[in-house]
């Protein structure tokens, strides 16, 4: 098979680094190019503005016409991600199209040409993005095939622009499995062999296995650089005629020399037996990618560019999208982006920045990524982590795995030493860095979706930086302008003082459309039900802060703000209580309100509040007056304030109710099936599938067909 013999070429999770940049090359040749993916990204969105059509829903139906119609035509490509219950998968594959997998297709593509392949477990990306980017700089014709983004490139795909003789690839070489099997190089680099995986190995010697076959692989006369901290079993099966560099910060072979570190900056010499490179500058900082930059440069040296272009190529790099990032460097704060997931590289990754901030005190926040990596190399993370002054844990990103009794954040918490550790949703990282900033190096690390934390942490301390820096401001302005209105003030308050107030002048916030407070119960407030007279006093004699207090004391009462102005009024400002949700009890006297804060409100006789009813809670805890503001009942909380929030299911859901597990059960105004939602966890993520139901579903079969609805489970709705 030859790619050009395909016509229309289709991804199943065409979001996915490593798919992305074949859907680019593809796109780039001219061809059609469509794609699924389970959930939309900034990738997947780069891609639609490059011209490629994307869905995010596993529906036949959105399978491209041109696709249905040119079976033989079609070549499709799919993602060891996809599941095996996945319907577009199903129907291509009962319908006979060619399917292969992502690593067939770059074997496919790298057949016939020079081919410089990039393998280990970690490492195996930043040290390709270097060779592409010293090959490309120097001006040396080549295509490449990433797995992350090059800040250089702003891609993971690099394109020869020469048809002619023999092509470059510069190629990252998976061994997830065994996909790198497919690749033969002329160059190969091997990074390091640590146990990964285990979940498609077994165990480490088959993962050894592998990576001998791989290495048998490369063609005959060809390079093999090998990290001295791989496993040297891996060359039980090499050619004879493959040359072997062993590589390594010192005592290799190939070696960095002494090291000095200038701000960010790693500078270094690259070291032979017949060979030396001085004064390598290398501005993505971390030892690990000093051994990166080694076997690039060497690479680049293969491919005869020159030690000043090298040098020069070299300190243009700016490095890969989360690999060790610089998202905020500032004299207030450092916050680094890193992909690190396993073990080894979070080792590489503390022990750079501790050689970066040897004084800073450092926070890290960490999302496990994947339930068998966690509980294989459990013991392994705990103490990476432990050397670090604080960590915030996530909940393990679960990728293509189902969950594992016992394997959890929690887990691995319990193993970290040190007192300061937590776990933490991501909605509480971000709440928590709002409320106070304790920490001068902050660090965001995982292969999951906590990439999604960046963009939002990277405002926060922005807006923290200027509002320090408005303060400074502010108060050198202020401490000016304190002296010149001291004495103007002085004078005016005495004349203020002596003035009687003309009217009382009230205003109640009523966004919400709660009313339950009048103007009329104000001023009887103020003034104990006319008892005291406030309009034709003087003002001296008026107590604004007693005033305030008084009206604050009303049970649906959030804020009070009473001032005068120098027209002689007083202003009253008023922000109501907002419930957004009502307990029914068996006696409908004890039922009361829960807020957006959590606090108990009675009930008014005034006002009724239109919000949804929890007509039953088994839960234990959910039966204590302040379970809504405690850790447990927040996530519940943030469900009604959901609920509240959004127009459509505020009108749809009749009653909410709590089950002595915990689980939430909610009843609709229209129909009779009950909704199992579950835990009140990926909230939006199960009101999406339920919107699904009722567009869909319903219109289709009817409002009353199903007596239940369960939303509890990833990627399904179970209907009964």
Same mark, same amino acid.
């Given at each position: 098979?030859?790619?050009?013999?395909?016509?229309?070429?289709?991804?199943?999770?065409?979001?996915?680094?490593?798919?992305?940049?074949?859907?680019?090359?593809?796109?780039?040749?001219?061809?059609?190019?469509?794609?699924?993916?389970?959930?939309?990204?900034?990738?997947?969105?780069?891609?639609?503005?490059?011209?490629?059509?994307?869905?995010?829903?596993?529906?036949?139906?959105?399978?491209?016409?041109?696709?249905?119609?040119?079976?033989?035509?079609?070549?499709?490509?799919?993602?060891?991600?996809?599941?095996?219950?996945?319907?577009?998968?199903?129907?291509?594959?009962?319908?006979?199209?060619?399917?292969?997998?992502?690593?067939?297709?770059?074997?496919?593509?790298?057949?016939?040409?020079?081919?410089?392949?990039?393998?280990?477990?970690?490492?195996?990306?930043?040290?390709?993005?270097?060779? +592409?980017?010293?090959?490309?700089?120097?001006?040396?014709?080549?295509?490449?095939?990433?797995?992350?983004?090059?800040?250089?490139?702003?891609?993971?795909?690099?394109?020869?622009?020469?048809?002619?003789?023999?092509?470059?690839?510069?190629?990252?070489?998976?061994?997830?499995?065994?996909?790198?099997?497919?690749?033969?190089?002329?160059?190969?680099?091997?990074?390091?062999?640590?146990?990964?995986?285990?979940?498609?190995?077994?165990?480490?010697?088959?993962?050894?296995?592998?990576?001998?076959?791989?290495?048998?692989?490369?063609?005959?006369?060809?390079?093999?650089?090998?990290?001295?901290?791989?496993?040297?079993?891996?060359?039980?099966?090499?050619?004879?005629?493959?040359?072997?560099?062993?590589?390594?910060?010192?005592?290799?072979?190939?070696?960095?020399?002494?090291?000095?570190?200038?701000?960010?900056?790693?500078?270094?010499?690259?070291?032979?037996?017949?060979?030396?490179?001085?004064?390598?500058?290398?501005?993505?900082?971390?030892?690990?990618?000093?051994?990166?930059?080694?076997?690039?440069?060497?690479?680049?040296?293969?491919?005869?560019?020159?030690?000043?272009?090298?040098?020069?190529?070299?300190?243009?790099?700016?490095?890969?999208?989360?690999?060790?990032?610089?998202?905020?460097?500032?004299?207030?704060?450092?916050?680094?982006?890193?992909?690190?997931?396993?073990?080894?590289?979070?080792?590489?990754?503390?022990?750079?920045?501790?050689?970066l901030f040897p004084e800073k005190k450092i926070k890290l926040i960490f999302q496990p990524h994947l339930f068998t990596r966690t509980r294989d190399f459990?013991?392994?993370?705990?103490?990476?982590?432990?050397?670090?002054?604080?960590?915030?844990?996530?909940?393990?990103?679960?990728?293509?795995?189902?969950?594992?009794?016992?394997?959890?954040?929690?887990?691995?918490?319990?193993?970290?030493?040190?007192?300061?550790?937590?776990?933490?949703?991501?909605?509480?990282?971000?709440?928590?860095?709002?409320?106070?900033?304790?920490?001068?190096?902050?660090?965001?690390?995982?292969?999951?979706?906590?990439?999604?934390?960046?963009?939002?942490?990277?405002?926060?301390?922005?807006?923290?930086?200027?509002?320090?820096?408005?303060?400074?401001?502010?108060?050198?302005? +202020?401490?000016?302008?304190?002296?010149?209105? +001291?004495?103007?003030?002085?004078?005016v308050a005495q004349k203020q003082a002596q003035k009687a107030v003309r009217k009382v002048s009230v205003t109640i916030d009523n966004e919400y459309n709660?009313?339950?407070?009048?103007?009329?119960?104000?001023?009887?407030?103020?003034?104990?039900?006319?008892?005291?007279?406030?309009?034709?006093?003087?003002?001296?004699?008026?107590?604004?802060?007693?005033?305030?207090?008084?009206?604050?004391?009303?049970?649906?009462?959030?804020?009070?703000?009473?001032?005068?102005?120098?027209?002689?009024?007083?202003?009253?400002?008023?922000?109501?209580?907002?419930?957004?949700?009502?307990?029914?009890?068996?006696?409908?006297?004890?039922?009361?309100?829960?807020?957006?804060?959590?606090?108990?409100?009675?009930?008014?006789?005034?006002?009724?509040?239109?919000?949804?009813?929890?007509?039953?809670?088994?839960?234990?805890?959910?039966?204590?007056?302040?379970?809504?503001?405690?850790?447990?009942?927040?996530?519940?909380?943030?469900?009604?304030?959901?609920?509240?929030?959004?127009?459509?299911?505020?009108?749809?859901?009749?009653?909410?109710?709590?089950?002595?597990?915990?689980?939430?059960?909610?009843?609709?105004?229209?129909?009779?099936?009950?909704?199992?939602?579950?835990?009140?966890?990926?909230?939006?993520?199960?009101?999406?599938?339920?919107?699904?139901?009722?567009?869909?579903?319903?219109?289709?079969?009817?409002?009353?067909?199903?007596?239940?609805?369960?939303?509890?489970?990833?990627?399904?709705?179970?209907?009964?």
């Open positions: 098979m030859r790619p050009e013999a395909y016509k229309y070429i289709y991804f199943l999770g065409i979001g996915g680094i490593g798919m992305s940049a074949i859907a680019r090359y593809f796109n780039a040749k001219g061809l059609p190019v469509w794609g699924y993916d389970k959930t939309p990204t900034p990738l997947t969105q780069a891609l639609i503005e490059e011209g490629i059509q994307i869905h995010y829903e596993d529906d036949v139906n959105l399978i491209p016409e041109e696709v249905k119609q040119n079976r033989e035509q079609t070549l499709v490509v799919l993602t060891p991600a996809i599941p095996a219950e996945h319907q577009q998968w199903a129907y291509l594959k009962e319908n006979n199209y060619t399917i292969k997998k992502r690593s067939e297709v770059l074997g496919i593509i790298t057949a016939n040409a020079y081919t410089i392949a990039v393998a280990g477990t970690h490492g195996k990306t930043t040290t390709s993005s270097m060779i +592409a980017h010293l090959l490309h700089h120097a001006g040396v014709d080549c295509s490449a095939f990433l797995g992350g983004i090059s800040v250089n490139l702003n891609s993971n795909l690099l394109l020869s622009k020469n048809n002619e003789g023999r092509e470059i690839v510069v190629v990252e070489a998976d061994e997830y499995d065994r996909s790198f099997l497919r690749l033969y190089p002329d160059v190969a680099i091997v990074t390091s062999t640590d146990a990964d995986h285990l979940d498609i190995y077994g165990d480490k010697d088959a993962l050894i296995e592998s990576f001998q076959h791989f290495i048998s692989q490369v063609k005959p006369g060809g390079t093999l650089l090998l990290n001295t901290k791989a496993d040297t079993r891996i060359l039980n099966k090499i050619e004879d005629s493959v040359k072997v560099i062993r590589y390594g910060l010192e005592q290799a072979e190939l070696n960095a020399g002494p090291i000095t570190i200038a701000g960010h900056h790693f500078k270094f010499n690259l070291t032979t037996s017949t060979n030396i490179i001085p004064g390598l500058d290398l501005p993505v900082p971390g030892y690990h990618n000093v051994e990166n930059a080694l076997a690039a440069c060497y690479v680049a040296q293969i491919m005869r560019v020159p030690p000043h272009q090298i040098r020069a190529g070299l300190a243009a790099y700016r490095g890969v999208k989360r690999r060790f990032e610089f998202v905020v460097d500032s004299e207030d704060y450092i916050y680094i982006d890193d992909y690190a997931h396993h073990p080894t590289e979070i080792d590489a990754f503390v022990k750079s920045l501790k050689a459990a013991d392994e993370f705990a103490e990476s982590l432990s050397q670090v002054d604080e960590v915030e844990l996530l909940e393990i990103y679960p990728a293509r795995e189902k969950p594992i009794s016992g394997v959890n954040a929690q887990m691995l918490l319990n193993r970290i030493s040190g007192p300061n550790k937590s776990i933490l949703s991501k909605e509480e990282v971000l709440r928590k860095l709002e409320q106070s900033i304790d920490f001068e190096v902050l660090a965001t690390v995982g292969a999951g979706d906590i990439d999604t934390l960046v963009t939002p942490i990277k405002n926060i301390l922005k807006n923290k930086k200027m509002f320090r820096k408005r303060k400074i401001i502010s108060i050198i302005f +202020a401490s000016c302008c304190i002296l010149i209105l +001291a004495g103007l003030g002085v004078f709660n009313y339950f407070i009048s103007d009329r119960e104000v001023k009887n407030i103020l003034t104990n039900d006319g008892e005291k007279k406030i309009e034709g006093s003087k003002i001296s004699d008026v107590d604004l802060k007693s005033l305030e207090l008084r009206i604050k004391s009303h049970k649906f009462v959030r804020e009070a703000q009473v001032y005068r102005d120098l027209a002689g009024n007083l202003n009253i400002k008023i922000k109501q209580n907002r419930p957004i949700a009502r307990i029914v009890h068996d006696n409908s006297e004890e039922d009361v309100y829960i807020d957006d804060e959590g606090n108990i409100l009675p009930l008014s006789e005034r006002f009724t509040a239109r919000v949804i009813p929890i007509t039953r809670s088994l839960f234990r805890p959910a039966q204590n007056k302040s379970f809504y503001q405690d850790s447990l009942g927040q996530a519940y909380l943030d469900l009604l304030k959901f609920v509240e929030k959004d127009a459509f299911w505020k009108a749809q859901l009749a009653e909410m109710q709590i089950d002595a597990k915990g689980k939430v059960i909610f009843m609709p105004q229209v129909g009779t099936q009950a909704i199992e939602f579950g835990k009140p966890e990926e909230v939006e993520q199960k009101f999406k599938k339920l919107l699904v139901f009722y567009k869909k579903v319903l219109p289709a079969m009817g409002w009353d067909r199903y007596k239940r609805v369960n939303l509890e489970f990833s990627d399904q709705i179970i209907c009964e």
